[in-house]
């Protein structure tokens, strides 16, 4: 990564008359700004669009062609995180009106006043600066919170995402179900950030781990005075999530007492805080996690039915992860890159002994204790590769002093982990091992996987078909074109 400094955000001046043109640019450059001039508005929304270091544009309001509103609505389409800043008469209000309505516009009165260019201009920049960082932390939580961030090309998981992208831009209720460990909580932050609410709040609440006592003040909220203890008045997770999810981990846990009040809520829609008397509108997506069998306790009586059925509207149950051996390879390849950038370790891939034992431990922790055990590893590693040495004694357990011979050989020639060992494979086996590390390479995108084999999409959607136990049996029917990652 270059640790240059970012470039000062370009300022586009627009008007087809070159002499305002000249001055306002000039009076922008006196502040150590680089501004570049344009006569017409066409040809600064091409810059504004094609050089993402465009922060500003400074236009006329009125000149032939496209106008000055014009060019600001466009931007608007194209660069929201650019601002704009129109010269305009006072008197044009309706123009004005317009303006505001876009949000990044501004505008400076005529006779243009220097002082007052500059000010204006610096508060525009302000808020491209100010558009351009939420851009970027949206970016990041995409990354972080969205489906690419759940690995998984195996059928099961497959089988999963094809759920999960049918339900999430929906209002419908989830269940996530399945160990401790397989990621539940990650799979609902995906849901709330590939759903419509995303740009209100999700607000997460471990049943589990909130004492009895207090957990129907941490839901509902409560006045000051409800009890010994409230010196204030306090909003509760429900209100929090009012416009977003609520995310309940563990609600099998919820106090039966609770389970009753909670299902109210469902049901009106409407959260009165412990203590209160008026109740509030309760607006907020619910998705809930459980690694109970939710059937068994409604039998024992310590779930509620009702409840059950609210809750319930759609089931999506993760997989653990020695149901799906084809994903480990690039989980812990996807791990190791986190780490090793996260702690700064110049930790680049793994030993074919390593990721053999990583992918014959069976996982009791799921993905929880794979992500501790390769954190483990890139702090342990020695050299540019994670060896068998490297890893945790549970997850090398027989594996270590192993690796020599054949796999001595083919590591010595220069095969990474990323490389299969051919010796004593069969040409299935190895085209297999290609197809599968070609898909780790590309971070389970199917096509850019198809382009380092040199091979056709469905080529390679047929063979994954086939490696889940479809040999020899073709449905006829070709799967999606997908350019999208399969994470």
Known sequence: MSDAPPREPLVLVVDDDAGSRRAMALTL???????????????????????????LVVTDLKMPGKTGIELATDLAAARPDVSVLLVTAFGDVDTLLKAKDLGTVDYVAKPVGRDDLRLRASAALGRARQAGEIKQLRERLDKRYGFEAIVGVSAVMERVFDVLRKVAPTKMNVLITGESGTGKELVANALHHNSPRRPRAFVALNCGAIPREIIESELFGHEKGAFTGALVKR????????GGTLFLDEVSEM???????????????????VGGNDSKE?????????????????????FRQDLYYRIKGVVVDLPPLRERREDLALLAERF????????????????????????QYPWPGNVREMKSAIEW??????????????????????AEGEGSGEEARAESAGYGSSSP???????????????????????????????????????????????????????????????GPES
């Open 29 to 55: 450059t006196t502040d150590g700004r680089r501004v570049e001039e344009f006569g017409d508005a066409d040809s600064a929304l091409s810059r504004a669009i094609d050089d993402p270091s465009v922060g």
């Open 235 to 242: 909003m509760g997770r429900i209100e929090q999530a009012h």
């Open 255 to 273: 106090p039966p007492d609770l389970q009753v009040k909670f299902l109210r809520v469902l049901e009106e829609r409407r959260v009165t805080p």
């Open 282 to 302: 309760s607006d907020f997506r619910l998705v809930s996690a459980t690694n109970r069998d939710l059937k068994k306790e409604i039998e024992a009586g310590r």
């Open 336 to 359: 190791r890159e986190v780490f090793a950038r996260e702690h700064d370790r110049p930790v680049t891939g793994f030993t074919s002994a390593a990721l053999s034992a990583l992918v």
């Open 377 to 398: 590893a890139v702090f342990s590693a020695a050299g540019p590769r994670i060896e068998v040495a490297d890893l945790p004694p549970d997850v090398k357990g027989d």
């Open 421 to 483: 060992i051919l010796i004593g494979k069969t040409m299935a086996e190895i085209e297999k091992e290609a197809i599968l590390i070609a898909l780790q390479a590309s971070g389970g995108n199917r096509r850019k996987a198809a382009e380092r084999l040199d091979i056709g999409l469905r080529t390679l959607q047929r063979k994954l078909k086939e490696y889940r136990g479809g040999v020899g049996g073709d449905d006829g029917e070709d799967e999606a074109d997908d350019d």
